[in-house]
Structures are given as C-alpha cells and as structure tokens.
C-alpha cells in the first residue's frame, strides 16, 4: 500500500495527513480483506494474498490520497479488483525471484486503476460480491464490516514489524534459535534430528536447497540449518543484514544439516495463530509460535520455543522502530539522511505536503529535518 | 505417465522450438487474416467510446517512443502501446474469436508481438511465427478451462488467458534464449490479472481495458525475465490449481505442434461489434425482417433461444454503450424499433448510437424480450464439429401471428478468405484512414512473410493527421 501511496501523493502534492489517512483506511480495509479469506487462500489455493489483496487495496488507496471523488473512489476499487495479479506461491517453491515482484505489481496495480478511475473509465461497483465469488474458494465475509470505522484493526496489535529479513513464517523459528543460541554453544556436528513445530503456515517454509537468496529466506530447513552452522554470525547479527549471504547456499554444511530437518505442525500453535484475538482474553492472545526440537547424538534433546508476539514486533515503540531503520539503511545511505527521513516521518501530519520526506529519500537534504 | 511439471516443459518447448518453417502454408495465411482484422479493429477501437480516456490515460503515462499507437500519430514505449492498442482492439467488440475456446487470442497476442517486432526490429516472419504461437497456446488453455471459467466462477476469459498467449509470443518475438522464454511465460503467470465478468454485468466502462492490460503485461513479463528475473518452470500446474475451478488437461498436448487448433476452422471473424453471444440472435433477427416490414408497436413477445452463454447477454437496460454492445434485450429492442437502418448498415458502424439508450420504444422492446437456453443448440457449440453458433429468434404479435428466425453465423463467418476480412477492414476503417493506406496496410500484411522489419507496417498506422476521439458519444468519460 504504502508505495502505491508514496507514488500518488508525491505526483499529487498530496499533505501528510492525507498520506496517513490513506494509509490507515486502506490498512484497514486490507487487514480486513485478509481476514475474510484467511490461511486458507495461500496454503489450499496457493495465491500470495498480501499481493493478491494489496492490489485491490491499493487501487483504493492510491484514489484516496489524490483526494478523489467518492465515485472515483469506487470506480478505482472496482477496476483494481479486476486487475488482481495471480500472484502464485508456487513461485517462491521453485525458487524463482518473480517472487520479489509480487508487491511490485500490487501497489503498480493500484496506481494504474486509480489512474484509470481518473480518466472517467468505471468500474465493477459492486466489487466485493463478484470477486470473492470469483476468486477465493473459501471465505467468511463477516471481519469486512465489523465494527468498521469504530473499531480499527490497525490498532489491535495484530500488526507486527518484523525484524529478520526472512518470510514472517520463519521469524519464530529463527527466533527460538536465537534465544538458545545466544545462551548455549552447540555443536552442530552432533545434531540427529531438528524438528519444527509452528502453525500450519509452516507449510509456506517447506523449501528444501534453495538456490537463490531469494527463496532462501523462505526456506526453514536452509535458515535452521545455517543459524547452527554459523551460530556466532547469526547471533551477532540482530536483523540478519549481513548473515543470508551467497555463500551459505552452496555451503555444504548447511546442504546436509537441512536434510534433517522436519517440519510439523502444532494444533494449539495453529489455533493461537489463526484464532486468538490480538487484543482479546489474555488467556487466548494472539501468539506467534515455534518450537525447535534437536536431537544430539548422545540421546540429548535441547528445545527452544519463540512467541514472536511476546517478543513485542507486535508492540514495537517509535525508538524500536527507528533502530531497526537505522540499522537496515546503514551502508546504504548518510547519517544525515537517515535523520530527515526519520524526523519527516515522524512529523507527517504536520506536513503540508509529502514533498519534504520524499525529498530526503533521494533529493537534496535542506537542513531543515 | 507425466511429472508434475510436463504440462509446462511441453507447452514451453512449443513455444522455443517453433520456427516459421513449421508453420503451415494455412496457418500462415490464417495469421495474415487475423492480423489484418486485429489492426483494423484497433484502428476503429481508436475512436470509440473509451478512447479518450484512454488518450488522456496514454498522454499522461507516455513513454520512450518504442512503438506505435494504432491510429494516432504517437508512439510511446512498447509495454503502453500494447496495453492501448489492445483496450482499442476489445473495445470494438468486433475482433476475432475462437468460440468455443471462449478466446480472443488477437486481443492480447497481436498488440504485445507488434509493439515488441516494432522496438526491436523483427521481421514479418518472426512476427507470424509469434503470433502463431500465442494463438495456439491460448486456443489451447481456452479449451483446458472451458466455459464454467465465465459462467459458473465470473471470470472474463479472453482476459484472464490472454497473458499466456501474450507473453510467450512477446519472448518468441523478442527471439530470447530458451531459458528466458520459459521464465517470461512463468512471470506472466504470476502476473495474470483475474478480470471479473461482472465488469460487463454492472455495466463499468473499463471492462475495455481487459485485453489491453493482458497484452502490455506480456510485454512487461518477457521484458522482466530478459533483465534477468526468473519464474517457476512449472507455471501451467498451479496457475489451474489456484485460479479455475474445473479444468481438463487430457486434450492440452494432444498433437501440439503437428495439428494447430488455429487451422481447425475454430477461429471465426466477428461482422458485428457486439458480444458474440449477440450475432447468431442478430442474424436470426435479419432473417425475420427480410421477409418483410414488422412494425415495432405490433410486437407483443420475442422469445430468444441460443446456447447457454445467452445469459451473458442478460443486461436488460446498458446505460452506455460498452454495456448495450452487451445486452441482447437491449439490441433486439433497437433492432424492431429501427429495422431500416439495421438492414442498411451490415457492419452496424452507424446503427449502434448512443440515442438508443433513451430511446424509449427500444426500452419497451427490450421488455417483452425472454432469453432461453436451447440445449441442441448448446450441444452444438460446445461440442459438436463442425460446430454452430446458432440463435433462433420468435417474435409473436399482437393479433396472434408468429415471425420466427434462426441463424447460425458459423459458416458465413469461420471460413472468410483474405479478400473477404480485407472487405470488412475497409469498411469499418474507412472514417479513420484514407483509401490509399488503407490498401497499402492490407497489401504490407498480405506480404507479411517477405518483410525485413515492420517499421512500413507501423507508419502506415501512424496517419499524419489523427483522427479524434468521439468525445461526444455518451460516454463514460467526465
């Protein structure tokens, strides 16, 4: 969405509040949408929502920030949900790095029907009818509008940031080793068996030898099997920017470590995950679970478990959240300008215009951040 | 017994291996017909109801000028003009289909191959080629998913396959290597848009856009994997698996290669620019005023009977003229309100005018019209061969007397030679271009396979002064 927004608004001149406006309704409404179809869309009909969703979303998120018409508005929705890319997980499972395109194509998606709206074209009106007859083969359309505008998902802590640059089904995983790793030595030569125990979407990391880097971080045998192999790099390196490297691929420690690695699911994990409220009975709170089971040759079994919610990416304050930038863009870009773009952000509402944010991106920094 | 992967490895390797030599001579002479009716039909999409959106929308995104707007003197990046030649091409809903595969391979197939020949400077032969291959493996996927993929899910058929078609012919005419050719099908795969038939339904305007989007998105995937991006090299098996609810595979390679759908007789020219469900009832229609005046204040019922695919003309009353090129109640109303006129225009250039839509007689016309499905004739289109595409039409009046026609357009429109499409080109081109390119357009396909490059071909399509828009039709457009 937030690419799809950045476009339009940059192009349009739009403000900072309506920058955020459109950001929170169309999260909103995506949250909503995602809701509706559930784990089901990508693990028994193998589409990658975020994409297949985002690009229906982002249509009415990029009409939003241009400030359009209400029928504008519709017309955008109404032929973005005609545009939806066929975003096929089979993608990520065979390795191929079309995969990185797919939230590409959902905000590009998004800007052209927006565009398009724009020109007086319109669109299917009632859209949420004839697409989820079309599209999803299960869904349960009740979270759409419950409670919309008085109760916002946005808000509910169901959003996590992720602080590990691999597919979410992988990060309490790479958590539970982090925790054990950064406690226990533990020599990988010794290791029998690994088994993974997550919600039913570990399904999504059942990706054995990736490679390219691109799949590797789906891949949950690969990542285990390079975090025992190299436990010293992984444990130092808290976001992994430096960790998935080319190398690891054709490592042949880590080939023949994910040999014996089993991924299995957990029921209760399966329930927490999909069923929990995020800001519900504290006795049923959403969790993010994994729990890795290694057996060493001597009969010793060392276990590890990770609530990634517990762990607070779903809680995240704004110094969480600016470390994690300023380490991401380390390298990338000057001090200076992680600034201005850490002070435009945080100053976006008082912002006449996206201009300023956008500006420290690429253009030149005017001092004024 | 096949791997999981064979459906793709083969179709892929049809595509790479192909050359021009394997083309035979009536494929060949089959492309040239359609490519002729694709280019006038993107000639006369260039001043239709949408198209000054879509001018304003090609003005706006211009690109680096790699390839010509049909009709325009503009010429934008390849991935643009293909995504407006083919909103044009739909938009007339006049082009080419293979009925039965629910396919109009043209729409996508032919705008993608000639924006990348244009920009890359491919010969004619490269471009039959291309265009051989994209129908056949549409034809091909049409015929896998079969009508339920419209009629049952509401998908827009042409439009949801016609990235298949598009960017595999993209990459055969960009002549990529193998490895890339396979990758730019599997990224168009992914890219595929689920086009929603209820677009035609709610009456949206944009449904033009549908095999606009799949022709510039073939352009884009052939261009992504030739900049190195990968996709899956089993692409066939999940796209089935994910998006169509019914499918059957039995027939997908049979003979491929050897014995092309594209020569079978399936492909037939559209005379009308209406839906395709709509011709059969139009011609029955035609039948029942050549044996006489009917005047339209004695009708009492008409009761229209064709195969199943009538419910998608179900629209009782299109408010613009995208949606009445939809409606068979709509256009049997305009028919018996003003037979003279539809008598007189065989192409209907002039009769479809956006004062139908208020007219109020065609309104009370439209009223009395029953729509019902005749199973024989259901049978026939989709399964019997040689297959009909039949309607039969009964009018009953007011004083108790019955006027009844019937119609099967098949034979008149599935074997038309080079001079017959040649005739209709003229005529539906004929307020865009003048006489003399016209016929030098139709003469520079007729020797496709003789040409170096198709830079003639594209200036030809560049006229000096562009004809504008219809901005006064009803339009969508603010």
Redesign the interface.
């Known amino acids: 969405l937030l690419p799809a927004i950045f476009a339009t608004g940059e192009r349009e001149g739009a403000s900072g509040q309506a920058v955020l406006v459109a950001a929170c309704v169309s999260y909103e409404v995506l949250i909503r949408m995602g809701l509706t179809v559930g784990a089901r869309l990508v693990l028994d ?3 990658h929502p975020p994409t297949v969703l985002g690009s229906i979303v982002a249509s009415g998120a990029s009409a939003k920030v241009r400030e359009a018409s209400a029928d504008v508005v519709a ?1 955008a929705f ?2 973005g ?11 990520g ?6 995969k ?3 939230q590409g ?1 959902a905000p590009a998606t998004g800007v052209m029907a927006a ?3 724009a ?9 949420v ?3 989820y ?3 999803p ?1 299960h869904y349960e359309l009740d979270p759409l509008l419950d409670r919309l505008g008085s109760y916002w998902h946005v808000s509910s802590g169901g959003i996590r940031i992720k602080t590990r640059p691999v597919m979410a089904m992988a990060q309490p995983t790479m958590g539970a080793l982090h925790g054990l790793l950064s406690e226990q030595a533990l020599d990988w030569q010794r290791v029998k068996r690994i088994r993974v125990a997550s919600s039913r979407r570990i399904e999504l990391g059942r990706i054995y030898h990736p490679d ?1 880097v691109v799949s590797a971080r789906a891949s949950i045998p690969f990542l285990v099997a390079a975090a025992l192999v190299h436990p010293q790099e992984f444990v130092a390196d808290a976001y992994l920017l430096h960790f998935l490297e080319d190398d690891h691929l054709t490592d042949p420690d880590i080939a023949r470590l994910q040999d014996v690695v089993e991924l299995e699911v957990d029921p209760e994990f399966d329930y927490n995950l999909e069923r929990a409220e995020p800001s519900g009975d504290p006795a049923h709170y959403m969790k993010f679970e994994a729990r890795v089971t290694i057996d060493l040759d001597d009969g010793e079994q060392v276990v590890a478990y990770k609530d990634m919610f517990a762990a607070g990416t779903g809680n995240m304050s704004r110094n969480d959240v600016e470390r994690k930038f300023r380490a991401v863009v380390a390298g990338l870009i000057e001090p200076a300008r992680a600034d201005a773009i850490v002070s435009n952000v945080w100053r976006l509402d008082e912002a006449d215009s996206v201009q300023p944010l956008v500006d420290s991106f690429t253009g030149a920094l005017d001092g004024s951040a | 017994m096949s791997d999981d992967k064979e459906l793709s490895r083969e179709l892929t390797r049809f595509v790479v291996e192909t050359r021009y030599e394997d083309l035979s001579a009536d494929v060949v002479e089959r492309m040239k017909r359609s490519l002729l009716d694709l280019v006038g039909c993107a000639l006369l999409g260039s001043i239709g109801e949408t198209a000054p959106a879509f001018a304003r929308y090609a003005s706006a995104h211009a690109g680096r000028p790699e390839a010509t707007i049909f009709g325009s003197g503009q010429r934008t990046s390849a991935v643009e003009a293909a995504f407006i030649n083919g909103a044009h091409v739909h938009s007339t809903e006049m082009s080419e289909t293979f009925t039965r595969a629910l396919a109009h391979p043209g729409n996508s197939v032919i705008p993608a191959v000639l924006a990348v020949a244009e920009r890359d400077g491919r010969s004619g032969r490269d471009v039959l080629t291309a265009v051989a291959i994209g129908y056949e493996l549409l034809i091909r996927l049409g015929a896998v998913v079969g009508p339920n993929l419209v009629m049952e899910q509401g998908l827009h058929g042409p439009a949801t396959l016609g990235i298949f078609g598009a960017s595999a012919a993209a990459a055969k005419v960009g002549q990529l290597e193998a490895e890339v050719v396979r990758n730019a099908i599997g990224i168009g795969a992914n890219s595929a848009p689920m086009s929603l038939i209820a677009m035609m339904y709610q009456q949206a305007t944009a449904k033009d856009i549908f095999q606009g989007q799949a022709a510039a998105l073939g352009v884009q995937s052939a261009d992504l994997a030739r900049a190195g991006i990968t996709g899956p090299q089993a692409w066939i098996e999940p796209w089935l698996h994910a998006v169509p609810r019914t499918s059957d595979t039995s027939q997908l390679l049979k003979d491929l290669g050897t014995d092309w759908r594209v020569s079978s007789g399936g492909l037939h020219f559209k005379l009308l620019p209406v839906m395709a469900m709509a011709a059969p009832t139009l011609g029955a229609l035609r039948e029942i005023l050549g044996e006489g005046p009917l005047a339209a204040a004695d009708v009492a019922h008409v009761l229209v009977e064709s195969s199943s695919r009538i419910d998608l003309g179900r629209i009782a009353f299109p408010d613009n003229m995208v949606a009445a090129r939809a409606s068979l109640p709509f256009l049997v109303g305009a028919v018996l309100s003003h037979p003279e006129p539809f008598l007189a225009d065989p192409y209907l250039r002039r009769f479809l005018e956006p004062s139908l839509l208020a007219d109020e007689q065609v309104r009370a016309l439209a009223r009395l019209v029953e729509m019902s499905t005749d199973y024989e004739f259901d049978y026939n289109i989709e399964k019997a061969w040689p297959m009909k595409f039949e309607a039969r039409v009964t009018v009953r009046l007011a004083n108790g007397e019955v006027r009844q026609g019937y119609w099967d357009t098949w034979p008149q429109t599935s074997q038309m030679n080079y001079a017959q499409v040649a005739d209709k080109f003229f005529a539906i081109t004929s307020a865009i271009i003048d006489t003399e390119p016209a016929e030098r357009i139709v003469a520079e396909i007729a020797e496709l396979d003789s040409a170096s490059s198709v830079e003639g071909l594209a200036a030809l399509l560049r006229p000096s002064t562009p004809v504008t828009p219809v901005t006064t039709r009803s339009a969508p457009v603010a």
Do not use: E, K
């Open positions: 009909q193998g589409l017309n109404g032929i949900a005609c545009m939806v890319p066929t975003a096929l997980m089979a993608s499972y065979q390795h191929a790095t079309v990185d395109l797919f194509m565009d398009l709206a020109t007086g074209l319109t669109g299917v009106r009632d859209w009818t004839s697409w007859a079309a599209v083969r390219t």
